[in-house]
């Protein structure tokens, strides 16, 4: 089984800083690639930040210059630190990994994982 689970969420007010935190956890052989993603009321979920193997990352547009992903490879985890912050960016933030796992022959293909979200609050 793999878990995957976010913290660091809460409410901070406009021009301030989160950083959340992304642990995986379980039958783990590599993480290719964690993202983060984020889902407003009404609104669909959308990428905020993509951090792959080879430590490039990818960022959204509306976040460019204010957020940055990282990566602890060793422990299995990945980091938003948020500065900054705007109303806008009011949301449930998701934890994704992009990893293979163990098998009885070897190791399995790569596919998605989820964390539970962790709610993020901006007040004007």
């Known amino acids: 089984q793999v878990q995957l689970v976010e913290s660091g969420g809460g409410l901070v007010q406009a021009g301030g800083s989160l950083r959340l935190s992304c642990s995986a956890s379980?039958?783990?052989?590599?993480?290719?690639?964690m993202a983060w993603y984020r889902q407003a009321p009404g609104i669909q979920r959308e990428l905020v930040a993509v951090i792959r193997s080879g430590i490039s990352t990818t960022y959204a547009d509306f976040v460019k210059g204010r957020f940055t992903i990282s990566r602890d490879i060793a422990q299995n985890t990945a980091y938003l630190q948020m500065n900054s912050l705007k109303p806008e960016d009011t949301a449930v933030y998701y934890c994704?990994?992009?990893?293979?796992?163990?098998?009885?022959?070897?190791?399995?293909?790569?596919?998605?994982?989820w964390g539970q979200g962790t709610q993020v609050t901006v007040a004007a």
């Open positions: 994704q990994a992009n990893l293979s796992q163990r098998t009885a022959s070897g190791v399995s293909p790569r596919r998605n994982y």
């Open positions: 379980g039958n783990i052989f590599t993480i290719n690639a």
